[in-house]
């Protein structure tokens, strides 16, 4: 990925987490798989699961929201991945991203809402947003996606012959 080096991966964690507070297994092999996609691009991954250990490390809020804020700003790409629903805290990443400029991913299923502001993001081209049906699609979807961000992007003039 020439103009990509880093991604932070945003991803909700309450409803993920099970009774003793770490992630349920499940979803820990779900979003495991879509980081190692993610890595598999050259990619180095920043995410708030990683920096806490899917859990099992307790920061305290102004220690983990610092992360948060310095990763995103270190990152190329913020990818937000969710398998139902985006977090009030995901909407929050999305805008810091957006004002600093970043590429920014959202997968998400189908019957995943968004807000006209998300969505007025990605019609401008500030944002790509993926759907999927089936979580098995993630890791594809991800790769192909980022693969397209990373292209350079024409500027639609035309260079004449000498």
């Known amino acids: ?34 980081i190692e996609a993610i890595k598999s691009l050259g990619l180095e991954v920043e995410s708030p699961v990683l920096n806490e250990n899917w859990g099992s490390v307790k920061l305290p809020v102004t220690e983990f929201v610092q992360f948060d804020i310095d990763a995103i700003t270190r ?12 977090s009030n805290d995901i909407y929050l990443e999305i805008g810091y991203a957006a004002g ?37 699609e993630v890791p594809r979807l991800l790769v192909s996606s980022i693969r397209t961000m990373s292209r350079p992007r024409s500027t639609g003039r035309r260079v004449a012959n000498s």
């Open 1 to 34: 990925m020439a103009n990509m080096r880093r991604a932070f991966v945003s991803l909700p964690i309450t409803e993920n987490l099970g009774s003793d507070g770490t992630f349920r297994p499940e979803m820990k092999e779900f979003y495991s798989t879509s």
């Open 75 to 86: 990152s190329d790409l913020l990818a937000v991945i969710t398998f139902t629903r985006l």
């Open 100 to 136: 600093l400029g970043k590429s920014i991913l959202i997968i998400a299923p189908h019957s995943c809402r968004t807000t006209y502001m998300i969505n007025g993001l990605a019609e401008a081209g500030n944002l790509n947003i993926v759907r999927f049906d089936s979580s098995d």
